[in-house]
Structures are given as structure tokens and as C-alpha cells.
């Protein structure tokens, strides 16, 4: 069973950074592709980042790329979203994603695990 428990939302300023984490409770992190959905009110589910494995792959969604950087710490189990240059439209409950399939698979398909979500709020 995996395990997956985000940290690190808050409240910021639009312009301001703020870094998720993620960490997997298992002894099985480096087999799952690791990425970062977010949903925000009204508004579907959606693919921010993911990472290979062994993070030799990253993949962004079009809205945050050169802001965001997904990276992981094989060795803490735990997958980090770093968020530079929040703007407001970046409001929403963001997820951590466990797949087993290939981590850029991410893009199209829903993970097979999902972590409980952690509030991110930009203000203006």
C-alpha cells in the first residue's frame, strides 16, 4: 500500500514561492513516477509536474513551466514541487501522484495514488 503525504501549502502573495513536499511512507519509492496534480474551485483535476524514477525526466504542464521545478530525494522517499513567480490563477488544492506506469504517462492518465491534497493560496 502507498502512502503519500503532502506538506508545505499556505497562503502567500502572488510573486512569492513556496515549496511542496511529499513523502511516501513505503519502501517502494523508486517505483512508482512521482507528479503533482492540482484542482482548483470549479474546475477539474489537473497535471502539473511528474518525475522519472530516478528523476532523469521531468515533465510540466504548459501554465507553470519555468516557474515550476519538480525534483526528488530517492533516499527521504519524497517528491518536492518548488513554485517560483505564484500568480493567483495558481489557487487550488494540489495533489501528490504515485504511478507505476511511466512517470510522463502522468500527462494523459490519473496516477494510481493520490495523496490527501494540501491548500495553496496566492493573493494579489
Known amino acids: 500500500q502507498v502512502q503519500l503525504v503532502e506538506s508545505g501549502g499556505g497562503l502567500v502573495q502572488a510573486g512569492d514561492s513556496l515549496r511542496l513536499s511529499c513523502v511516501e511512507s513505503?519502501?517502494?519509492?523508486?517505483?512508482?513516477?512521482m507528479g503533482w496534480f492540482r484542482q482548483a474551485p470549479g474546475k477539474e483535476r489537473e497535471f502539473v509536474a511528474a518525475?522519472?524514477?530516478?528523476?532523469?525526466?521531468?515533465a510540466y504542464a504548459e501554465s507553470v513551466r519555468g516557474r515550476f521545478t519538480i525534483s526528488r530525494d530517492n533516499a527521504k522517499n519524497t517528491v518536492y514541487l518548488q513554485m517560483n513567480s505564484l500568480k493567483t490563477e495558481d489557487t487550488a488544492v494540489y495533489y501528490c501522484?504515485?504511478?507505476?506506469?511511466?512517470?510522463?504517462?502522468?500527462?494523459?492518465?490519473?496516477?494510481?495514488?493520490w495523496g490527501q491534497g494540501t491548500q495553496v493560496t496566492v493573493s494579489s
Open positions: 513505503g519502501r517502494t519509492f523508486t517505483s512508482y513516477g
Open positions: 501522484a504515485a504511478t507505476g506506469a511511466p512517470a510522463l504517462s502522468l500527462r494523459r492518465e490519473l496516477p494510481e495514488y
Open positions: 518525475i522519472s524514477r530516478y528523476g532523469r525526466t521531468t
